[in-house]
């Protein structure tokens, strides 16, 4: 208990086992329906399809913005939308990156973490995979602060998150499988990953703060009559 209370993952052999579920169900569905896709669809399909999802994502991403208090990323949110709802047909092309708007993704997670939250325990969940207690309670969240999930039907939604898990799983096809490959531990690993990429997330892709490290100068030290070195209080 030591040792998963020390990479706060004290649920571990409960995570472990939610994720080995999730492996054998990306290995019978989500992988090879993603093979399929990339077959199927050339590059520029599937880069519409990607787009038409992000663009109707941007109301949770305008939402997490200004709840942050970023006016300029909320602002590049919202010139995002209308441009590519407009002359970028509904969101299947980026016009608005041809105008310098480039896109980003925010969630009520990063605004919990912004807010001061720690992250919490380390969790597996059923399907959507590597999280922790405030990414949890920020995709419940998500699906409050998201319009569709007032308007459009059940299908629909269930429709979105389907075809939304299978772009992002054929995104990483290759990756995942290199992870896989090399990794002692693959469960490690991408809790590792995941926590990484979160905060990277979190700052915005900026630099981690720089913590100094303590050390100890010549100038610490005096020499006593013996000629001994000692440390200066």
């Known amino acids: 208990m030591a040792e998963f209370d020390q990479v706060n993952d004290p649920f571990e052999p409960v995570n472990r086992g939610i994720f080995s579920f999730n492996q054998f169900v990306d290995g019978v569905l989500f992988e090879p329906l993603a093979m399929l896709y990339r077959d199927l669809l050339p590059p520029p399909v599937r880069d519409s399809v990607e787009n038409f999802l992000n663009n109707l994502r941007s109301p949770v991403t305008l939402a997490s913005d200004l709840a942050q208090g970023k006016m300029d990323r909320a602002t590049t949110t919202v010139g995002r939308f209308v441009i590519n709802s407009t002359i970028g047909v509904g969101g299947l092309i980026d016009m608005a990156e041809e105008f310098g708007l480039e896109g980003h993704r925010e969630d009520f997670g990063q605004t919990l973490a912004v807010w001061g939250s720690e992250e919490g325990l380390y969790l597996v ?58 990794s002692i531990d693959y469960y490690a690993t991408l809790r590792s990953l995941y926590r990484q990429r979160r905060a990277d997330e979190i700052r915005d892709g900026e630099p981690a703060p720089v913590i100094p490290i303590p050390s100890i100068s010549i100038d610490d030290f005096e020499s006593d009559k013996s000629g001994q070195a000692t440390l200066v209080n």
């Open 125 to 182: 969940l059923p399907l959507f995979g590597p999280s922790n207690v405030r990414d949890a309670v920020g995709l419940v969240a998500d699906a409050f602060l998201d319009p569709l999930t007032y308007f459009a039907s059940t299908q629909a939604l269930v429709a979105r998150t389907f075809v939304r898990g299978i772009d992002e799983r054929e995104n990483v096809l290759d990756t995942l499988d290199e992870i896989e490959r090399t």
